[in-house]
């Protein structure tokens, strides 16, 4: 079965980190750039952060640069986020999202989402 | 950055109805512009690629349209389990993607 699952979300204070995790299966984890989308509670998307297919190649939102790292392992077919200085503005529902390649793109496979709150 | 607008922000239409949705882009982006469906409470949906490209699995009813900065989403005959929020997205200015603020769709 192709799909996305992340984990990792939970509450945490201003200040403090979390690291978000996304687990593939059902395809070749390692043929596909990868992205993070967040959607605050009643907003829309956000693009959070990019990784290529080999892992080489990163970016992110202005709103978290700095202070979000993404990172891949294909050999366990993994996707992480580690989120440090979290402030109130980054909770959201984390969702990672699968690339279909091609100049267009498109993200074509989503994970259920890994709700993150931030409050002290 | 390259900045997305939708219109209507949301709309309310009959079972059977035609109904289009608009997303305009700052500048010109040639047809590299996706669009998602959201249904309540699930992740978001793709539905559109390429401006005008029925994603796998999509039913018929959905279509896209347009390039350079003007596009249109299309739904001919709108069905009950299309209710939800329609999001565009441009692909152009790799990777620094953008998605538009999404236009929600009821059913009278």
């Known amino acids: 079965q192709v799909q996305l699952v992340e984990s990792g979300g939970g509450v945490v204070q201003p200040g403090r980190s979390l690291r978000l995790s996304c687990t593939a299966s059902g395809y070749i984890f390692s043929y596909y750039a990868m992205h993070w989308v967040r959607q605050a509670p009643d907003k829309g998307l956000e693009l959070v952060a990019f990784i290529s297919s080999d892992g080489r190649i990163d970016s992110y939102a202005d709103s978290v640069k700095g202070r979000f790292t993404i990172s891949r392992d294909n050999s366990q077919n993994t996707l992480h986020l580690q989120m440090n200085s979290l402030r109130t503005e980054d909770a959201a529902l984390y969702y990672c999202?699968?690339?279909?390649?091609?100049?267009?793109?498109?993200?074509?496979?989503w994970g259920q989402g890994t709700l993150v709150t931030v409050s002290s | 950055d390259i900045h997305m607008t939708q219109s209507p922000t949301s709309l309310s239409a009959s079972v059977g109805d035609r109904v289009t949705i608009s997303c305009r882009a700052s500048?010109?982006?040639?047809?590299?512009l996706n669009w998602y469906q959201q249904r309540p409470g699930t992740a978001p949906k793709l539905l559109i690629y390429a401006a005008s490209r029925l994603h796998s699995g999509v039913p018929s009813r959905f279509s896209g349209s347009g390039s350079g900065t003007d596009f249109t989403l299309t739904i001919s005959s709108l069905q009950p389990e299309d209710l939800g929020t329609y999001y565009c997205?441009?692909?152009?200015?790799?990777?620094?993607?953008?998605f538009g603020p999404g236009t929600t769709v009821e059913i009278k």
């Open positions: 500048q010109s982006i040639s047809s590299f």
């Open positions: 999202a699968r690339d279909q390649g091609g100049p267009e793109g498109g993200f074509d496979l």
């Open positions: 997205q441009q692909t152009y200015n790799s990777p620094a993607w953008t």
